[in-house]
């Protein structure tokens, strides 16, 4: 129905798309506590580089991380091969920063390429989950999880047993520092550490020097289309990408500052005698200590 005399008024759409723009401006807008945050991420951006890109030193406090980082990207290529039906023999992770996974069946245009996209996802989780003490917490029982089947399918590798369980005491250790707030930098730390691993490996294996046996090289074979310079472009640009989206992810979800997540995680798996919190005192060693306990008797049988 036509009305002469209609004299309604619509928004023009740019200014929707103005409106929407400010109020996205506005959420990413970081207060003082995520300012502190992003600061520490740049200093360990600028740590790691001097430590582990400058120099290519074997640095005794960053040297467990980085294989970490190691066990991250090959965690990947299991996870993805159980999903499509691999049967994982073994994840070994040598002293020399390196690793592999073994594994029979799956899918190769999955299973290859998860090693780069997940310990990238997983970087950027972490970073995310660092913008917060309850997240780091919550974040540091998934990585609790990852140790226990990294465990599993490592579980004839001593180095790997050593690095995890030096690991898992640090984060044991950094939940009771301050009432997590120590916890929180350590997770953004790893987060850091795992997407610079990505970056780093990617233009060292791919683009800086061909390496054959890189995941990028035996890609290409099975794809035929394309060089392993060409993929190792495309998996630099999404771990770049990735590594945005953990920030941004951090800044628009956790707005509170440093007093309102004090108080949210002293109530949140708080430290046990904690005296801010009242609730039942919960420590990640009663979950990795069983996890532990219930492998080394699996590994003891073998």
Known sequence: MYLANDTSYHEPAHTNVMIMARDAAEQLRPNETQRNTLIAAGVYIIVIAVLWYVYNTCCGAVYPFKLLTV???????AFVGILTCAKIHSIELDPDEGGVTKM??????LTLPAGYLGSSLIGAALIACGFNESASKIASL????????????????????????GMSGLIVMF????????????????GVMSCMY?????????????????DASAFAKIC????????????????????????????????????????????FLPVPGDPRSGA???????????????????FTSL
């Not at 998934?142 to 369980?165: D, G, P, Q, S």
Request: aromatic share 18%; proline share 2%.
């Open 71 to 77: 066990g991250f990207h090959e965690f990947s290529h």
């Open 224 to 267: 035929g289309c394309c060089p392993s310079q060409v993929w190792g472009v495309i998996w630099l640009i999404q771990a770049f990408v990735f590594f945005g989206l953990g920030i941004i992810v951090g800044l628009a979800a956790f707005k509170q500052n440093k007093e309102q997540q004090a108080e949210h995680s002293a109530g």
């Open 280 to 298: 039942i005192s919960f420590s990640p060693s009663m979950f990795i200590s069983i996890a532990f306990s219930l492998l080394i008797s699996n």
């Open 104 to 109: 029979s069946g799956g899918i190769p245009w």
């Open 198 to 214: 990505v970056l780093w490996d990617v233009i060292d294996d791919t683009i800086k020097r061909k390496v054959n046996t890189s």
């Open 142 to 165: 998934v990585l609790a999880f990852f140790f226990i089947l990294t465990l599993w399918w490592a579980r004839k590798n001593w180095l790997t047993w050593l690095l995890i369980l």
């Open 175 to 190: 939940w009771f520092i301050a009432g997590g707030v120590a916890l929180r930098y350590l997770i953004l730390f790893i």
